[in-house]
């Protein structure tokens, strides 16, 4: 099949009608920047041979912006050497009209025949999906799709397998595959496809067999469980007896009464030792009292003595520091005169530096005063200025909003003036008599300009009746009585008699309001602040210079002072020699002020301990607690003996622990009760289950449940015998069905190994069941076409869409090849190879080829065609 001519009527992006014709019978390259209708173009020829004219999902093909058009396509093409016309509308008018020879198709039925003719199947409903693009689907690649081959060769795997049986002369058909599909029906009934797990019946039987097992084994545990209850009755029983017998649990009592009593008597012994233990220590506490008073008495008499040679130092102390107290406080009366003779020429120095100061300061501040002068005299002129500009450019103030608004209205004015004029009936009149014109007369030369109706009166002649050609006139009309209403109230909202003045007005204001600028920086370079501050600041300097001359009038006269350094030396000089002086002194009188009161306090101590210790009170006392210390000693002495011969007595009772025998003893016998209890209802509850499971049959279940087990497996092991049987018969089958396919495979094997070498030499692909690539086998490694590059993958999707047009081709079906931007992620040298090969493929097909990359395929031999002359064309 070889396209002629496209013609696109409202399609889209063409809103108009768009011709591509001369198309030629090989390779044809159309170029264009990206949106400038190459893939509007492809589109258009796969609506047309591909949609349903009557589906309503095709609004979309609506011409932009113009809800209203008629999207239609129409294609002339050869088709085995008979002329073919195809033409379809969409949306609105819909209809679809085919010829091939002389033979003609409408609706439906031409579009049947398409179908048939290309190899593909029309969509039930709504758009057409890509499960019945078949054929076109596989050789028509739509933007960005030219490396998805997989999907769109599966839905095409039927007509391909047709054209590989009629070039391989095999009788392979869809029945084989029905077989298998019917076997594989069966066996996935039985067995999961993926995993092979059991399913349906055979799960069942596997589920109902495990049940059964599993209830087969519970009563055997059962029956287990009930023989081993009987030998564990026994052995209770004869327990229990054996117990009650020997009564293990009153011996434990017994024994428990005698450790009592052993417990109660060791607890009299700790009662009797810790009486003798609180009496040891109040006499030790009495002993550690008299110890204390008498150690206090010695102390007291060694304190005495002590002091007595500390006050001996301290009052010889104090006269040193009286005497070394009245050297310094003389020193420092001395240094005292010196200083402030030193002090009194320091004033009168500092005195003739700050009368130097004050000179300067005088001269400096009647320099400011002459300065801000000057300043406050140019200021004072700008100002002025500032302000005449001001109330001028006041004045002259236009609303430039309101002026742009004049300047719109008035061009507005003039256009629809001219359009009126242009509009109105003139008539050029040269009278030698009277005419009337309306009710008015009209008698010599001139113009008349009609905007509506008019009756003309000739005298003797008649009349003429004159009707203005433009049927909208009185709309200008009334449109141009408002414009000019508007522009007369602005004209008068602004003050001015017409545009030129407003203008005029306006660049006066901006003239002044630049005057006004340029004074006020002006005043701001002189007074920054204001003509105020300055006037402040001269004010301020005026009192500073009046206070610097009376500063100077107060001050000594300094003719004789020393140089102020010289004088600063001896004055620092002096005052660290008195304070020198001074902390000595301050020492002095502090050592004296201390000894003096040491002294004083030593002596006060002594005499208050003196006394104590001579207090006839006091000597009685001591020698009282001197007789109970030597007592006390006596009584604490037998009470340790005591006490340690009772700790060994308590000793040997708690040898044992009695107490801890009469817990131990009465835990056995309650223990022992308790078992003897807990036998007694075990042996009742052992009865009573043997008594319940025999009762319940359990040997006739048991049989009846292990019959049901055979049952039950019999019917598992046929269900698996089955499935093991077809999945025998479907490897079979498809073994068979793989060695046919393989046998129609040669031809298309042929085909992608001749485009293949090209790009991937010493390479080749395996292909699916559906004779879609798997795998790419290159140098020993198979790669899935997942795992290659996304360039690799495009590549190989233009070449195996050459090899299965060359196979259609072959078996006589009609073949058409459009790639629309193809090989945008190829490199140059590979893009040679695919250029090469389309080259090959153009000599036996037709290839429509989109591009925005021009250069890229300028060395095709062919000629390009831009879409943007195309248009341009139409």
Same mark, same amino acid.
């Given at each position: 099949?070889?396209?002629?001519?496209?013609?696109?009527?409202?399609?889209?992006?063409?809103?108009?009608?768009?011709?591509?014709?001369?198309?030629?019978?090989?390779?044809?390259?159309f170029?264009?920047?990206?949106?400038a209708?190459?893939?509007?173009?492809?589109?258009?020829?796969?609506?047309?041979?591909?949609?349903?004219?009557?589906?309503?999902?095709?609004?979309?093909?609506?011409?932009?912006?113009?809800?209203?058009?008629?999207?239609?396509?129409?294609?002339?093409?050869?088709?085995?050497?008979?002329a073919? $016309?195809?033409?379809?509308?969409?949306?609105?008018?819909?209809?679809c009209?085919?010829?091939?020879? /002389?033979?003609?198709?409408?609706?439906?039925?031409?579009?049947?025949?398409?179908?048939?003719?290309?190899?593909?199947?029309?969509? #039930?409903?709504?758009?057409?999906?890509?499960?019945?693009?078949?054929?076109?689907?596989?050789?028509?690649?739509?933007?960005?799709?030219?490396?998805?081959?997989?999907?769109?060769?599966?839905?095409?795997?039927?007509?391909?397998?047709?054209?590989?049986?009629?070039?391989?002369g095999?009788?392979?058909?869809?029945?084989?595959?029905?077989l298998?599909?019917?076997?594989?029906?069966?066996?996935?009934?039985?067995?999961?496809a993926?995993t092979?797990?059991?399913?349906?019946?055979?799960?069942?039987?596997?589920?109902?067999?495990?049940?059964?097992?599993?209830?087969?084994?519970?009563?055997?545990?059962?029956?287990?469980?009930?023989?081993e209850?009987?030998?564990?009755?026994?052995?209770?029983?004869?327990?229990?007896d054996?117990a009650?017998?020997?009564?293990?649990?009153?011996?434990?009592?017994? $024994?428990?009464?005698?450790?009592?009593?052993?417990?109660?008597a060791?607890?009299?012994?700790?009662?009797?030792l810790?009486?003798?233990?609180?009496s040891?220590?109040?006499?030790?506490?009495?002993?550690?009292?008299?110890?204390?008073?008498?150690?206090?008495?010695?102390?007291?008499?060694?304190?005495?003595?002590?002091?007595?040679? /500390?006050?001996?130092?301290?009052?010889?102390?104090?006269?040193?520091?009286?005497?070394?107290?009245?050297?310094?406080?003389?020193?420092?009366?001395?240094?005292?005169?010196?200083?402030?003779?030193?002090?009194?020429?320091?004033?009168?120095?500092?005195?003739?530096?700050?009368?130097?100061?004050?000179?300067?300061?005088?001269?400096?501040?009647?320099?400011?005063?002459?300065?801000?002068?000057?300043a406050?005299?140019?200021?004072?002129?700008?100002?002025?200025?500032?302000?005449?500009?001001?109330?001028?450019?006041?004045?002259?103030?236009?609303d430039?909003?309101?002026?742009?608004?004049?300047?719109?209205?008035?061009?507005?004015?003039?256009?629809?003036?001219?359009?009126?004029?242009?509009?109105?009936?003139?008539?050029?009149?040269?009278?030698?008599?009277?005419?009337?014109?309306?009710?008015?007369?009209?008698?010599?030369?001139?113009?008349?300009?009609l905007?509506?109706?008019?009756?003309?009166?000739?005298?003797?002649?008649?009349?003429?009746?004159?009707?203005?050609?433009?049927?909208?006139?009185?709309?200008?009309?009334?449109?141009l009585?408002?414009?000019?209403?508007q522009?007369?109230?602005?004209?008068?909202?602004?003050g001015?008699?017409?545009?030129?003045?407003?203008?005029?007005?306006?660049?006066q204001?901006?003239?002044l309001?630049?005057? /006004?600028?340029?004074?006020?920086?002006?005043?701001?370079?002189?007074?920054?602040?204001?003509?105020?501050?300055?006037?402040?600041?001269?004010?301020?300097?005026?009192?500073?210079?009046?206070?610097s001359?009376?500063?100077?009038?107060?001050?000594?006269?300094?003719?004789?002072?020393?140089?102020?350094?010289?004088?600063?030396?001896?004055?620092?000089?002096?005052?660290?020699?008195?304070?020198?002086?001074?902390?000595?002194?301050?020492?002095?009188?502090?050592?004296?002020?201390?000894?003096?009161?040491?002294?004083?306090?030593?002596?006060?101590q002594?005499?208050?301990?003196?006394a104590?210790?001579?207090?006839?009170?006091?000597?009685?006392?001591?020698?009282?607690?001197q007789? $109970?210390?030597?007592?006390?000693?006596?009584?604490?002495?037998?009470?340790?003996?005591?006490?340690?011969?009772?700790?060994?007595?308590?000793?040997?009772?708690?040898?044992?622990?009695?107490?801890?025998?009469? $817990?131990?003893?009465?835990?056995?016998?309650?223990?022992?009760?308790?078992?003897?209890?807990?036998?007694?209802?075990?042996?009742?509850?052992?009865?009573?289950?043997?008594?319940?499971?025999?009762?319940?049959?359990?040997?006739?279940?048991?049989?009846?449940?292990?019959?049901?087990?055979?049952?039950a497996?019999?019917?598992?092991?046929?269900?698996s015998?089955?499935?093991?049987?077809?999945?025998?018969?479907d490897?079979v089958?498809?073994?068979?069905?793989?060695?046919?396919v393989?046998?129609?495979?040669?031809?298309?094997?042929?085909?992608?190994g001749?485009?293949?070498?090209?790009?991937?030499?010493?390479?080749?692909?395996?292909?699916?069941?559906?004779?879609?690539p #798997?795998?790419?086998?290159?140098?020993?490694? *198979?790669?899935?076409?997942?795992?290659?590059?996304?360039?690799?993958?495009?590549?190989?999707?233009i070449?195996?869409?050459?090899?299965? *047009?060359?196979?259609?081709?072959?078996?006589?079906?009609?073949?058409?090849?459009?790639?629309?931007d193809?090989?945008?992620?190829?490199?140059?040298?590979?893009r040679?190879?695919?250029?090469?090969?389309?080259?090959?493929?153009?000599?036996?097909?037709?290839?429509?080829?989109?591009?925005?990359?021009?250069?890229?395929?300028?060395?095709?031999?062919?000629?390009?065609?831009?879409?943007?002359d195309?248009?341009? #064309?139409?």
């Amino acid at each position: 099949m070889k396209l002629e001519r496209i013609a696109i009527q409202e399609f889209k992006q063409f809103t108009g009608r768009l011709v591509i014709d001369d198309l030629q019978p090989g390779l044809n390259l159309f170029t264009g920047p990206n949106e400038a209708g190459k893939s509007t173009i492809a589109e258009a020829v796969r609506a047309v041979f591909l949609e349903r004219y009557k589906a309503s999902h095709l609004k979309d093909l609506l011409p932009w912006g113009k809800a209203s058009g008629q999207p239609s396509v129409e294609v002339t093409f050869d088709l085995a050497g008979a002329a073919c $016309k195809l033409s379809k509308h969409f949306v609105t008018r819909q209809r679809c009209d085919l010829s091939i020879g /002389q033979a003609v198709f409408g609706e439906d039925e031409a579009e049947d025949k398409l179908a048939a003719l290309l190899g593909f199947s029309r969509s #039930a409903r709504g758009p057409l999906k890509a499960e019945n693009a078949g054929v076109p689907g596989l050789l028509w690649v739509q933007q960005g799709g030219t490396q998805e081959v997989r999907d769109s060769t599966g839905h095409a795997a039927q007509y391909l397998r047709d054209a590989l049986s009629q070039l391989s002369g095999s009788n392979e058909s869809a029945g084989e595959d029905a077989l298998i599909a019917a076997v594989q029906r069966e066996l996935r009934q039985l067995l999961t496809a993926r995993t092979q797990k059991s399913t349906g019946p055979l799960a069942e039987a596997e589920q109902a067999l495990a049940g059964l097992i599993i209830e087969r084994d519970d009563l055997e545990q059962q029956r287990l469980q009930f023989e081993e209850n009987i030998a564990r009755l026994a052995t209770q029983q004869e327990a229990f007896d054996d117990a009650q017998r020997k009564r293990p649990w009153e011996l434990h009592e017994q $024994k428990a009464v005698q450790a009592q009593q052993r417990a109660d008597a060791a607890a009299e012994l700790e009662r009797g030792l810790q009486g003798l233990v609180q009496s040891l220590q109040v006499h030790e506490a009495e002993l550690a009292l008299s110890l204390q008073q008498e150690q206090g008495a010695t102390d007291l008499e060694a304190a005495v003595a002590r002091e007595r040679q /500390q006050l001996d130092a301290a009052r010889a102390s104090a006269s040193t520091a009286r005497h070394e107290h009245d050297d310094a406080l003389a020193r420092v009366a001395q240094l005292e005169q010196a200083y402030a003779d030193a002090n009194r020429a320091l004033e009168l120095a500092n005195a003739a530096v700050t009368a130097a100061d004050l000179r300067s300061q005088i001269a400096l501040h009647r320099a400011e005063s002459e300065r801000l002068d000057a300043a406050i005299a140019a200021a004072t002129t700008a100002n002025e200025a500032v302000i005449e500009a001001t109330r001028s450019a006041a004045a002259l103030e236009i609303d430039v909003t309101q002026l742009k608004r004049l300047q719109s209205l008035d061009t507005e004015l003039t256009v629809l003036r001219a359009r009126t004029e242009a509009a109105m009936t003139r008539i050029e009149y040269r009278l030698n008599g009277t005419i009337t014109v309306g009710d008015a007369s009209v008698t010599g030369e001139g113009v008349l300009r009609l905007d509506e109706e008019k009756r003309i009166g000739l005298g003797e002649l008649g009349e003429l009746r004159v009707i203005p050609g433009v049927s909208d006139l009185s709309a200008q009309l009334s449109g141009l009585a408002s414009l000019e209403a508007q522009h007369a109230q602005l004209l008068q909202t602004l003050g001015v008699a017409s545009l030129g003045e407003a203008q005029a007005r306006h660049e006066q204001w901006k003239t002044l309001v630049a005057q /006004q600028k340029s004074q006020a920086k002006i005043l701001e370079v002189h007074a920054p602040h204001g003509v105020d501050a300055l006037r402040a600041a001269l004010a301020s300097a005026a009192v500073r210079l009046q206070t610097s001359n009376e500063r100077l009038a107060m001050l000594p006269d300094a003719c004789a002072a020393p140089p102020l350094d010289e004088a600063r030396r001896a004055a620092d000089i002096a005052r660290d020699a008195l304070d020198t002086a001074g902390k000595v002194l301050a020492r002095a009188a502090e050592t004296r002020t201390t000894a003096t009161a040491t002294a004083d306090s030593l002596s006060g101590q002594l005499q208050r301990k003196e006394a104590q210790l001579n207090d006839d009170a006091f000597c009685r006392n001591r020698a009282l607690w001197q007789t $109970k210390i030597v007592e006390q000693r006596v009584q604490v002495e037998a009470l340790k003996k005591q006490l340690a011969g009772r700790e060994r007595e308590l000793e040997a009772a708690r040898l044992d622990d009695p107490a801890a025998e009469v $817990k131990r003893y009465r835990a056995a016998a309650e223990l022992a009760r308790s078992e003897q209890h807990e036998r007694q209802l075990r042996i009742a509850q052992l009865r009573s289950q043997l008594e319940t499971v025999g009762a319940s049959g359990l040997g006739e279940r048991l049989a009846a449940v292990r019959a049901s087990v055979e049952q039950a497996a019999r019917r598992k092991d046929e269900l698996s015998l089955r499935a093991s049987a077809l999945s025998l018969l479907d490897e079979v089958l498809v073994d068979e069905r793989d060695a046919a396919v393989a046998q129609l495979r040669a031809p298309l094997t042929e085909r992608l190994g001749h485009y293949l070498k090209r790009i991937f030499p010493h390479s080749t692909i395996a292909l699916g069941d559906d004779l879609s690539p #798997a795998t790419l086998d290159r140098n020993g490694r *198979a790669h899935t076409l997942d795992a290659l590059s996304f360039g690799t993958r495009e590549q190989l999707g233009i070449l195996t869409r050459l090899a299965y *047009a060359d196979l259609l081709k072959a078996s006589g079906r009609p073949t058409l090849l459009m790639l629309d931007d193809a090989a945008v992620h190829t490199d140059a040298a590979r893009r040679d190879a695919i250029k090469r090969a389309l080259i090959d493929a153009a000599t036996r097909h037709q290839i429509l080829v989109f591009t925005c990359h021009p250069e890229l395929w300028d060395d095709l031999g062919v000629r390009q065609r831009a879409v943007e002359d195309l248009k341009v #064309a139409a």
